[in-house]
């Protein structure tokens, strides 16, 4: 029986996707990098270090381990600048209701991101008291598709592991979902997010009773 939903935050709750773009063309642009926007999909789903390490491999580029701390530093402080200007005006649509459903139908909610800001963006868009637990990249050592962060959402919550689904916008967080023996809801296309068992395109007007129903009925069902 499902008792918890688990949620990623980058193109879940919120659209910060473009916030970590933004950031980070900044600092490939300083190493003459080219980085489009495109890259950015390869650092969905993945931590702040992995993330440098993907751009610099975009631009055949190696450096020491103090110099790729102090980059993914520099990034993190722009990065802040944008999300410190955030409002509740940003949470994607729906998801307010989805969440307030959830919790009016008995279900725990647990943040699960390899954001190390996640407290704050929560903080910014009003949207932190109603989880009962948030597992963020400070509690984590792991990144997707390790399923680290979905396991001690679980745990935290006081469930299962198979009493949980997991909303995920990343391949690398449906996978982690997996590797955790979890049911996986896909945040976007199938052809985007083909290992998902369910894909949403946005969560205004899904009830979760009904989503929790169609997934229990069958595991291979698609968008609702």
Not at 169 to 177: C, E, F, P, V
């Amino acid at each position: 029986m499902i008792k918890g939903l688990l949620f990623d935050l980058d193109g879940v709750i919120v659209d910060t996707a473009k916030y970590h773009y933004l950031a980070w063309k900044q600092i490939a642009d300083e190493l003459k990098i080219d980085f489009k926007l495109k890259d950015n999909e390869l650092l969905k789903g993945v931590s702040r270090e992995r993330s440098f390490e993907i751009i610099l491999e975009l631009g055949d580029r190696k450096m020491s381990r103090e110099e790729r701390n102090e980059y993914c530093r520099r990034k993190n402080i722009i990065y802040l600048e944008y999300i410190n200007k955030m409002t509740e005006e940003e949470i994607l649509p729906g998801v307010n209701e989805f969440i307030s459903d959830a919790k009016k139908n008995a279900y725990k909610v647990a943040l699960g991101s390899a954001s190390k800001n996640a407290s704050i963006i929560l903080t910014k868009i009003k949207l932190k008291d109603p989880f009962d637990a948030i597992i963020d990249g400070e509690k984590v050592s792991e990144a997707k598709p390790n399923p680290e962060v979905f396991t001690k959402c679980a745990c935290a919550l006081g469930l299962k592991n198979e009493e949980c689904i997991v909303f995920e916008d990343s391949a690398a967080g449906i996978q982690a979902a997996h590797n955790a023996n979890m049911l996986a809801v896909g945040i976007g296309t199938k052809e985007n997010l083909p290992k998902a068992d369910m894909h949403l395109y946005e969560f205004e007007g899904i009830n979760v009773q009904k989503l929790i129903d169609i997934l229990g009925e069958n595991p291979e069902a698609d968008t609702i």
